[in-house]
């Protein structure tokens, strides 16, 4: 998929009037992109085959966690949806986290309750430790993808059921797959420690995306007349610029 700045980069610099410079989409915040359609991924090899292991396991009843890092527009939800494609048969619960400026608490938790099956049980408004038991049940019924998004918007209840699930994940025929903007969580946010515990615990490990390079611009641009060099300068090699 080819951002805005990509189609753009092949007509000079002139704009039209009253059109504004292009300014990158990370400077807002937006919902999470629907990949329904196929994306196709460029020098992504790597990191795909880390994500797709993960689920090889959990399909074999030993879960994996995998942190997907970068920065915006770098492909991590594409990543995600095209490894969610390969899980054949698995169950995949998906949900983000929302850029609010008060968090809402257990937000991506309350958003896939009702498929994961624990709704009624969070509707009682347990005790954090309650839920963290809830979802982990749910979790070890069947083997499951559970991905959530967005981790420099989760608050900090979210992170200690993430945490607790982490610390389980051998248990579990569970790949938990997360992502978030590495620039966007410095040392004083709530995500820190859990980003630490996939640096450092067994089963989990931290993929970061990088920029493409000239000739994979030139890959995405293959059916174009655009220039990779030029386009690679614009875009920094981001492929959703």
């Not at 095209?82 to 998906?94: F, P, Q, T, W, Y």
């Not at 918007?153 to 025929?173: G, T």
């Not at 890959?219 to 007349?225: N, V």
Request: glycine letters at 8%.
């Amino acid at each position: 998929m080819i951002g805005p700045a990509l189609r753009l980069a092949g007509r000079g610099n002139a704009r039209p009037p009253g059109v504004p410079p292009l300014t990158r989409p990370a400077d807002f915040p937006v919902a999470v992109a629907n990949y329904s359609r196929r994306v196709k991924l460029v020098e992504r090899d790597h990191p795909f085959d880390v994500l797709r292991m993960a689920m090889v396991t959990a399909a074999a009843g030993e879960g994996a966690g995998v942190a997907v890092a970068g920065e915006p527009g770098i492909g991590k939800s594409a990543l995600i949806a095209a490894a969610c494609r390969e899980g054949s048969g698995i169950r995949v619960l998906r949900a983000s986290c929302d850029p609010l400026s008060t968090p809402r608490p257990l937000g991506p938790f309350r958003d896939l309750a009702g498929e994961a099956g624990f709704s009624a049980d969070l509707a009682r408004e347990p005790m954090l430790s309650e839920i963290c038991e809830l979802v982990f049940r749910a979790l070890r019924a069947e083997p499951t993808i559970l991905v959530i998004e967005d981790l420099h918007w989760i608050d900090a209840a979210s992170v200690d059921v993430l945490r607790f699930l982490a610390r389980r994940v051998p248990s579990m025929p569970v790949a938990l797959l997360v992502s978030y903007r590495d620039h966007e969580i410095g040392p004083g946010h709530s995500a820190r420690v859990l980003l630490d515990d996939f640096a450092r615990l067994e089963q989990l490990t931290t993929v970061r995306l990088a920029a493409l390079t000239v000739a994979g611009v030139g890959e995405l641009l293959r059916s174009t007349a655009l220039d990779p060099v030029r386009v690679h300068t614009l875009t920094g090699g981001n492929p959703f610029f």
